[in-house]
């Protein structure tokens, strides 16, 4: 073979190796994770496992079965790693020789067992023993594998403060020595909820970001509906098909959100030839499934409100009475202020602004939402639509102050320059 034929031939493995580190390192990180008992020493192992694919497969081939032989590797790569630590610490090599006598990394990297080391990476991730914001950045960081960085960004904090907050949450799992493990039948639906929570919150972030120049970001969007989709797979409980198809149902909605030059388009105004017909209906297709199973719970209720605006071919033919009447069980299941907000809104629509807003000024009433600036920008629309000037530019200001995203500012801006430019 003359050396640019072998340059091609190692060119072409290289890629594959690429290939597969994009589709299955995260399937060898959480099976690793689980044969080493820690991030930490499961995130070198894999990195090592590769970093030898990228020396010995050009020369050897690439193996009938990479999955095995990367976590194989990184497996013996970490054992190897121990011994040399077992120098200075004595206790490494006592380690060592332990991982060495656990089970054969062969029999746990079958398509079961890596499914089984996915489920259980993201429940550990996702323990209700970890903060919130702990649980976000570790599943971002472990499940997904996005960059310290990536995730600072989207959750406009500093990569450093990030970090930390991902090593705290591996410091409490080692610490309280969280197994590593699905929950029982009888603990699954109070940690299938923390899971959920945080795959809600994640998506959240990507459909309205919470401050910053742009209304979406899509890359958390896509983040949260891939999670979504792996969870629904492994484990395809009623909430969790729910969910998914929720974030299908938003998110099909994306490219209509906005103008070209990045401006709030609302619901109403949207055109909707450009709604992902393809998403909606995956989305209309699960919720359908959901509901047949008869466990269903917010998330499965809330992409029903999503779906009856998705049939909708245009906004005159929206079913508020149907949407109020989700909201109706919506509050009996899983009652709170945003909620309650939403509900008004659709009230509003189904009986008149007058009767949403006599809900919302209750809400305000009870001192709730008083820090969210979406009751206010709801309180602002119905005064407006009902001639109430005066306080629906109160309403506009404060909702101005309380946001941190410069779309939203914008759109209320132009909001109160119309009222102010309007005739008293």
């Not at 190796?17 to 192992?45: C, K, M, N, P, Q």
Request: proline share 4%.
């Amino acid at each position: 073979m003359t050396d640019a034929a072998g340059e091609e031939a190692n060119e072409r493995v290289r890629e594959q190796i690429g290939a597969i580190y994009r589709s299955d390192s995260r399937r060898v990180l959480a099976t690793l994770i689980r044969l080493l008992g820690d991030f930490d020493r499961a995130e070198e192992a894999t990195h090592d496992a590769f970093t030898a694919a990228l020396d010995t497969w050009p020369v050897d081939g690439v193996p009938e079965n990479p999955r095995a032989w990367l976590v194989s590797t990184g497996r013996f790569k970490a054992i190897d790693r121990l011994r040399r630590g077992a120098r200075f610490d004595a206790a490494l090599a006592s380690l060592a020789e332990q991982l060495e006598g656990s089970v054969a990394p062969t029999i746990a990297v079958e398509d079961e067992g890596v499914d089984d080391d996915r489920l259980r990476l993201i429940f550990t991730c996702c323990h209700p023993a970890l903060s919130a914001d702990a649980r976000i950045a570790l599943t971002l960081r472990e499940v997904c594998g996005l960059a310290t960085e990536q995730i600072a960004r989207a959750f406009l904090t500093s990569a450093p403060t990030l970090a930390q907050r991902v090593v705290r949450a591996k410091g409490k799992i080692r610490e309280a020595r969280i197994p590593y493990q699905v929950p029982s039948l009888t603990e699954l639906p109070d940690r299938l909820d923390a899971v959920l929570h945080v795959i809600y919150l994640v998506f959240n972030e990507g459909y309205s970001a919470s401050g910053g120049e742009s209304l979406t970001r899509p890359d958390l969007s896509a983040e949260a509906i891939r999670l979504g989709r792996l969870l629904t797979e492994l484990l395809p409980e009623p909430e969790a098909i729910g969910l998914l198809a929720l974030m299908l149902l938003h998110d099909a909605r994306r490219a209509a959100r906005t103008s070209r030059d990045g401006e709030i388009v609302l619901l109403d105004a949207q055109d909707r030839t450009l709604w992902n017909r393809e998403q909606i209906d995956e989305g209309l297709e699960l919720i359908e499934r959901a509901l047949s199973l008869r466990r269903f719970g917010p998330y499965t209720l809330q992409a029903a409100i999503a779906a009856v605006h998705a049939e909708a071919h245009e906004s005159s033919a929206t079913d508020w009475r149907q949407i109020a009447g989700l909201y109706d069980v919506l509050m009996r299941v899983d009652p709170s202020p945003v909620v309650e907000l939403n509900r008004a809104a659709a009230v509003a629509m189904r009986d008149g602004p007058e009767a949403g807003l006599t809900l919302i000024d209750a809400i305000f009433a009870r001192g709730e939402l008083a820090e969210y600036h979406f009751a206010y920008s709801a309180r602002a629309d119905l005064c407006r639509r009902l001639g109430r000037t005066t306080e629906a530019v109160a309403a506009y200001e404060r909702a101005a102050a309380l946001t941190n995203q410069a779309p939203e500012r914008r759109f209320i801006e132009r909001r109160l320059a119309e009222l102010r430019a309007a005739p008293s």
